[in-house]
Nanobody, 124 residues
Framework: QVRLVESGGGLVQAGGSLRLSCAAS????????MGWFRQAPGKERDVVAA????????YYADSVKGRFAISRDRAKNTLYLQMNSLKPEDTAVYYC?????????????????WGQGTQVTVSS
C-alpha cells in the first residue's frame, strides 16, 4: 500500500526553524506533483507549499512566502519542507500529500495520497 510518513515536527520557539521530511513508499512519486498542507484545530486544511514533478516549479501560500521552502529528492522518493522564522500562527498539523498529476495542484481535493501528519507547535 502507498504510505507517506512525515517526520521532523515538534515544539520550537518563535523565530526558530524546523525541517519536515516525508518518506514515500509503495509508489514512486518521481513523476508527480506533491505538496504540504496544514490544519489547525477548528480550521480548514490549507495548502502551504506545492512542487511539480521535477522540482523546478514551486508554489507557496502568501502566509509562508519567503519563510518556507519546499524541495524534493526524486531518487529517494522524499519530500521536504524547510520552515524558517516560524511564528505562533504556523502552529498546526502538517500533512504531506501526493498527486497523480505532473503539474502543481493547490487544493486538497486534487491530492490522492496523504500522510498521517506531524505536529508543529511554535511558542511565543
Amino acid at each position: 500500500q502507498v504510505r507517506l510518513v512525515e517526520s521532523g515536527g515538534g515544539l520550537v520557539q518563535a523565530g526558530g526553524s524546523l525541517r519536515l521530511s516525508c518518506a514515500a513508499s509503495g509508489r514512486t512519486f518521481s513523476e508527480y506533483a506533491m505538496g504540504w498542507f496544514r490544519q489547525a484545530p477548528g480550521k480548514e486544511r490549507d495548502v502551504v507549499a506545492a512542487i511539480n514533478w521535477s522540482g523546478l516549479n514551486t508554489y507557496y501560500a502568501d502566509s509562508v512566502k519567503g519563510r518556507f521552502a519546499i524541495s524534493r529528492d526524486r531518487a529517494k522518493n522524499t519530500l521536504y519542507l524547510q520552515m524558517n522564522s516560524l511564528k505562533p500562527e504556523d502552529t498546526a498539523v502538517y500533512y504531506c500529500a501526493g498527486t497523480t498529476t505532473s503539474a502543481i495542484r493547490t487544493r486538497q481535493y486534487d491530492y490522492d495520497y496523504w500522510g498521517q501528519g506531524t505536529q508543529v507547535t511554535v511558542s511565543s
